[in-house]
């Protein structure tokens, strides 16, 4: 069983930053695709960003410019920063990986508030 385990979540004013933190208990050199979803309360949980094996990322239109996703594999973490945060990014954030022949993994959330 693959752990996902997320950090950095928390308040910030708007405006401001934060850096997200996914390590997984397994080595990320070999993922299909790693990424962030966020569910904000009576929404459906949707995709921030996502790199694949490749290096290759992608954004959801409204993060474009702001967010950027980056993955280290020596510690097999991704991270998510997120710049000029807005109240509309205020969700739980979900760290999501999977693998050839896996169903894929979820981390356990952590909550970003963005308010004054």
């Known amino acids: 069983q693959v752990q996902l385990v997320e950090s950095g979540g928390g308040l910030v004013q708007p405006g401001g930053s934060l850096r997200l933190s996914c390590a997984a208990s397994?080595?990320?050199?070999?993922?299909?695709?790693m990424g962030w979803y966020r569910q904000a309360p009576g929404k459906q949980r949707e995709l921030v960003a996502v790199?694949?094996?490749?290096?290759?990322?992608n954004y959801a239109d409204s993060v474009k410019g702001r967010f950027t996703i980056s993955r280290d594999n020596a510690r097999n973490t991704v991270y998510l920063q997120m710049n000029s945060l807005k109240p509309e990014d205020t969700a739980v954030y979900y760290c999501?990986?999977?693998?050839?022949?896996?169903?894929?993994?979820w981390g356990q959330g952590t909550q970003v508030t963005v308010s004054a």
């Open positions: 999501y990986a999977d693998w050839a022949g896996t169903a894929g993994y």
């Open positions: 790199i694949i094996r490749s290096g290759t990322t």
């Open positions: 397994r080595t990320i050199f070999t993922i299909n695709g």
